[in-house]
């Protein structure tokens, strides 16, 4: 290979569009590499022999093996190599925290910029996705059913790979389009959702048969479940929105960050009224919160209209758990980053609506169990932000709804209690994976979870390994 | 899927549809609701449930025709299928057998008290239902009401059928009475929800309440619907619908429920421009 040791090419920029333009429309704002970019960039991998960035993935991706089909030109070679660890490569290229994971040990990145693993996997993927994608053969039907609750990642992921095993797989989901937080939370202009429905296609071709508007917990209970099929498989996610339990949070024109995604999103309240559900943001919106879905409230009022946007966040910018990307995107497109201050209180006017939010200034302190500086409200700094608009972005947990009659060990913050080797949970026959375990977390982890789970469905329906993963003595 | 077998206009302003879903109709119970879709770009609306029938495998629901979905909803036919109908959603009535209860539908609301009547008879209550509409015309049911009743008092607001009152009126007459009345229902507009609650609270009878917040996916997942009962913030969708009337903020759900009051104005007179020219063309 002739990729000269001398000769540095810098880390190849992803085209985007121009950030006066897309802070307004819902189009992706990511174009993704050309041909000649992608290798350009897959040129520069060193083809570590002990690859570290395999490390960082939460699900090992072959990195530099695909990297290496890539630039050689073989397109198939380079996507079945994603594919062995990585059922959703178009949409992890998309949203994983690259700059965390895999990118964070490249050894190029020690002295400069580390290869740009997810523009590449996107490249691969959307170039599957123009070739369209190859179904493989199905196998004989093992004659065991399968009923996968939730269509997120880890829904999806288990789905897939339990079809390829030969299982009959429903997944039961409860809105009425399969997708799962890929299809009400991420926003259009960062996952297109023709995207999130080709990996849905894909599966129903593969013949898994997906069921939606099945509520579990109100349609079916979890123990009916398990008397209509040999598995379950539970990646319901975190759906519930958490407050902050501030006065003025009923007033109109507060919203969950869920709400205001959901309408925008799945109901698609940005094409109202061609589409018939509303959704209202006024002039200056505060988005509470620096995670991830908090960078897609804000860009999505920006969309909707709001003239000016905040993200009001208790802690610094060192802090900030949103992926970099999204953090350097939300800034090109005009929004206001309010660092270290929190809402204590929402005032309104005698109809009802928002006017104005009190904050308290913060400082950092010792670190807290979270590992990351306590915020310590400073006394006395109190001020006002004239809002119109404020949306919660504080994170989730997962929806109760699903457990109603099942006896499944849940921990005090209300997620599963599974083994994070086999995603097992205490109740015989039914696993869990994805947010329902870890809390709100990533696609990939999901998508992780939701490959190891069916890997040992698998197993167990063969009769292998079904002995208890706890210790029976302290077993619940 | 979720298709319409029958339909009938039971007032001017509202219809019913009977929706074949068999696995709702398996689990339906009183008090509980449905979130429905008429078509694919259309917005998730719910309705509580009006009588579920687990043999036939339908649901009976009835919608007033007040915005763009419900106008919508009115101009299907028998045959056409709905996008999608999710349930049943939310806690069912809590049902006991509690002595003598006294059931008050306004309304839209005669349709859900009528499942919550039977249920409630069934358990061994003694039933009195109150059924009141603005004027006659927008009655309707007096009859199956009757029949999951023990007794059943008729009023309308304008006095045009049965007796003039408002459906507070004979009930403070009953607990005037000094009859025992160990529990009461009411469902219909929030105003008059509240109304009654107001009128049953120096009693101190306790007051079940359906309440009707605007909703997305009904499964708790956004809190468009909550509302604060005894100064807790509750999702209507998960918690509820039903909640102790005396301890709902009325004022708060009567704010919520027009957070989209001008939006739904455009969306309903965009429809009927709509229809003003597949009329014109000849279309539906």
Not at chain 1, 101 to 123: D, H, N, S, T, Y
Not at chain 2, 30 to 53: N, S, W
Request: glycine content about 10%; hydrophobic content about 40%.
């Amino acid at each position: 290979m002739a990729e000269g040791k001398k000769k540095r090419i810098p880390r190849q920029e992803m085209p985007t569009q121009d950030p006066q333009e897309r802070r307004r429309n819902f189009h992706e704002v990511a174009l993704g590499y050309t041909l000649e970019l992608a290798v350009a960039e897959a040129n520069r991998c060193l083809q570590c022999p002990k690859p570290f960035c395999v490390e960082g993935c939460p699900v090992q991706v072959r990195i530099p093996e695909f990297i290496k089909a890539l630039r050689e030109g073989d397109m198939w070679g380079a996507v079945e190599i994603l594919k062995d660890k990585n059922s959703l490569p178009a949409i992890c290229g998309r949203v994983c925290p690259q700059e965390t994971q895999c990118e964070a040990k490249c050894v190029l990145g020690r002295r400069g910029e580390p290869v740009a693993i997810g523009r590449l996997e996107r490249f691969v993927a959307d170039w599957e996705r123009a070739q369209g994608m190859r179904i493989p053969e199905r196998p004989a039907p093992v004659g065991k059913k399968i009923a996968v609750i939730g269509s997120g990642p880890a829904g999806l992921t288990a789905a897939g790979d339990l079809a390829k095993k030969g299982y009959e797989v429903d997944v039961l989901e409860a809105l009425h389009t399969p997708g799962g937080v890929l299809m009400y939370g991420i926003p259009e202009f960062r996952l297109p959702k023709d995207i999130v429905m080709a990996e849905i296609d894909y599966l129903r071709k593969l013949g898994v048969n997906i069921r939606t508007n099945v509520v579990v917990g109100k349609l079916y209970t979890l123990n009916e479940l398990l008397e209509l099929y040999d598995a379950i498989f539970l990646g319901t996610g975190a759906g519930l929105p958490i407050m902050m339990n501030i006065p003025g949070e009923n007033y109109n024109g507060v919203y969950s960050a869920n709400e205001l995604l959901t309408r925008t999103n799945l109901m698609k309240g940005y094409l109202f009224p061609e589409w018939d559900t509303p959704v209202k943001v006024g002039n200056k919106v505060a988005v509470i919160g620096a995670g991830n879905v908090a960078m897609d409230a804000a860009r999505s009022s920006l969309r909707l209209g709001a003239e000016e946007v905040h993200i009001v966040y208790r802690r610094s910018r060192a802090e900030v758990p949103a992926r970099a990307e999204e953090v350097h995107h939300a800034e090109e497109e005009g929004i206001i980053f309010d660092f270290l201050t929190n809402p204590v209180e929402i005032y309104g006017n005698e109809d009802g609506w928002v006017t104005g939010m009190r904050c308290i200034r913060m400082r950092l302190g010792e670190p807290d169990a979270s590992g990351r500086p306590r915020p310590i409200p400073i006394e006395g700094s109190e001020f006002d932000m004239e809002v119109d608009t404020v949306v919660m972005a504080l994170g989730t947990r997962p929806n109760p709804l699903v457990f109603s009659d099942a006896q499944l060990e849940r921990t005090r913050r209300g997620t599963v209690v599974a083994d994070p080797k086999t995603g097992r949970t205490k109740l015989e026959r039914v696993w869990a994976g994805g947010d329902i375990v870890t809390g709100a977390a990533t696609v990939i982890s999901a998508m992780g979870a939701g490959r190891i789970a069916a890997t040992d469905i698998d197993r167990y329906l063969r009769g292998e390994g079904t002995e208890p993963w706890w210790p029976e003595d302290g077993a619940s | 899927m979720y298709r319409i077998l029958e339909k009938e206009a039971l007032t001017p302003v509202s219809k019913l549809f009977v929706i074949e879903a068999p696995e709702v109709a398996r689990k339906a119970q009183a008090g509980q609701f449905v979130i429905l879709r008429t078509h694919e770009k259309g917005e998730r609306i719910p309705l509580t449930i009006a009588d579920y029938d687990r043999e036939a495998g339908t649901i009976t629901i009835v919608a007033q025709e007040v915005g763009k979905t419900t106008k919508y909803l009115g101009t299907m036919q028998v045959g056409d299928s709905l996008a999608s109908f999710t349930g049943p959603l939310g806690r069912p009535t809590e049902i006991e057998k509690y002595g003598t209860v006294v059931v008050v539908g306004g309304g839209l609301g005669i349709a859900p008290i009528y499942p919550i009547c039977r249920s409630l008879r069934q358990a061994g209550n003694y039933v009195v239902g109150i059924i009141g509409a603005r004027s006659g015309n927008l009655l309707f049911w007096e009859d199956k009401m009757r029949s999951v009743t023990d007794e059943l008092i008729v009023c309308t607001d304008d006095g045009s059928y049965a007796r003039k009152a408002l459906v507070t009126e004979p009930l403070k007459e009953l607990l005037d009475s000094g009859r025992k009345v160990d529990r009461v229902w009411a469902v219909g507009p929030a105003i008059m929800m509240k109304f009654v609650s107001l009128t049953t609270q120096p009693y101190g009878v306790k007051t079940i309440v359906s309440l009707n917040s605007i909703m997305v996916d009904g499964t708790g997942m956004c809190g468009s619907c909550r509302v604060s009962v005894g100064g807790r913030t509750r999702f209507a969708c998960v918690d509820g619908p039903e909640f102790d009337g005396h301890e709902v903020d009325w004022d708060l759900l009567l704010k919520r429920q027009r957070i989209y009051v001008d939006l739904e104005k455009i969306a309903l007179e965009r429809y009927e421009r709509e229809l003003m020219r597949s009329k014109d063309t000849g279309g539906r």
